[in-house]
């Protein structure tokens, strides 16, 4: 009633396609932005601790996800296991993957 019949109409064919691009541009650029800001960061983590976990040795003083803090004495590449000694003659065994990090790396033997 009170709107005129202009301002309800559209501007005719203009900005078809420059219309659907436009609307989807900001969306895609969100999603670049999160994968260079989010997932890519994330992914090259999880490489560098697949990594220092295959390079375990014995003899590494490692801390697990526990907060333990032992010595590696066996590795067991079957069984995905890994035997700490956290005190003299006192082992455990923990899941390889619940390292969080390698404090001391020892040399390789010759």
Do not use: C, W
């Not at 490489?47 to 014995?58: N, Q, V």
């Amino acid at each position: 009633m009170f709107v005129s019949a202009a301002y309800a109409q559209t501007a005719g064919g203009a900005g078809g396609l420059a219309g659907g691009l436009g609307g989807i541009l900001p969306i895609i650029l969100i999603f670049g932005i999160m994968y260079f800001l989010m997932i890519r960061p994330q992914q090259k983590k999880a490489k560098a601790h697949k990594a220092m976990i295959a390079a375990l040795r014995r003899g590494d003083q490692v801390l697990t996800q526990g907060g333990i803090i032992g010595k590696v004495t066996k590795v067991k590449d079957d069984a995905n296991e890994v035997e700490i000694e956290i005190a003299t003659d006192v082992k455990i065994r923990v899941m390889r993957h619940t390292i969080t990090s390698v404090m001391n790396k020892t040399e390789p033997s010759e």
